[in-house]
Every structure is written in structure tokens, then in C-alpha cells.
């Protein structure tokens, strides 16, 4: 079983940056794949990015490409989420989420932190 912990959330202006933290517990993070998907109000959840156990595969979505960077820090059982030049449409709360065979469907689910971009 793995606790995932999301941190770093808050009020960004439009063309910020910020970043997010998503900490495991429980047992080692180091073998996980790990994803950060994001829900607005009112729409459903989406995928924003996700990065292999290793951190040397990643995959974005099309709407956050050249903005986000996802790395993953396996000693300190962390993978972050380096947001920059953040639109108002990039609002929503960031979910962390992790599984142990795939980044299509994850298991794991952190309680999500509100990021909220003012233009």
C-alpha cells in the first residue's frame, strides 16, 4: 500500500510558476510509476503527466507540453511537478497518483492540492 501526500499548491499569477510535491508513504516509491492528473469544476479529471519508475520515460498532455516538467527524486521517495508560464485554464486540483505496473490506469490516489491561476 502506498500513501501519496500532494504539497505545493496555491494562488499563481498568469505566467508563474510553481511546484508541486507528491510524497510517498508506506513503502518505496522507487518502482511506481507516478502521474499528476487535475480536475477543474465542472469537468471531468484529466492527465496531465506522468513519468516511468526511473524518471527517464515521461509522457505530457498536449495542453501543458514545454510548461510542465515532471522529475522524481527516488531517495527522497518525491516526484514533483515544475509548472511554469501557467495559464488561468491550468486551475484545478492536482491529483498525484501512482501504480505499480502502468501509467494508463493507477491504483493510487493522493487527496489532491488546489492550484488556482488568477489572469
Known amino acids: 500500500q502506498v500513501q501519496l501526500v500532494e504539497s505545493g499548491g496555491g494562488l499563481v499569477q498568469a505566467g508563474g510558476s510553481l511546484r508541486l510535491s507528491c510524497t510517498a508513504s508506506?513503502?518505496?516509491?522507487?518502482?511506481?510509476?507516478v502521474g499528476w492528473f487535475r480536475q477543474a469544476p465542472g469537468k471531468e479529471r484529466e492527465f496531465v503527466a506522468a513519468?516511468?519508475?526511473?524518471?527517464?520515460?515521461?509522457r505530457y498532455a498536449d495542453s501543458v507540453k514545454g510548461r510542465f516538467t515532471i522529475s522524481r527524486d527516488n531517495a527522497k521517495n518525491t516526484v514533483y511537478l515544475q509548472m511554469k508560464n501557467v495559464k488561468p485554464e491550468d486551475t484545478a486540483v492536482y491529483y498525484c497518483?501512482?501504480?505499480?505496473?502502468?501509467?494508463?490506469?493507477?491504483?493510487?490516489w493522493g487527496q489532491g492540492t488546489q492550484v488556482t491561476v488568477s489572469s
Open positions: 497518483a501512482a501504480d505499480r505496473t502502468t501509467w494508463y490506469s493507477m491504483a493510487y
Open positions: 508506506g513503502r518505496t516509491f522507487s518502482g511506481y510509476y
Open positions: 513519468t516511468n519508475w526511473s524518471g527517464g520515460s515521461t
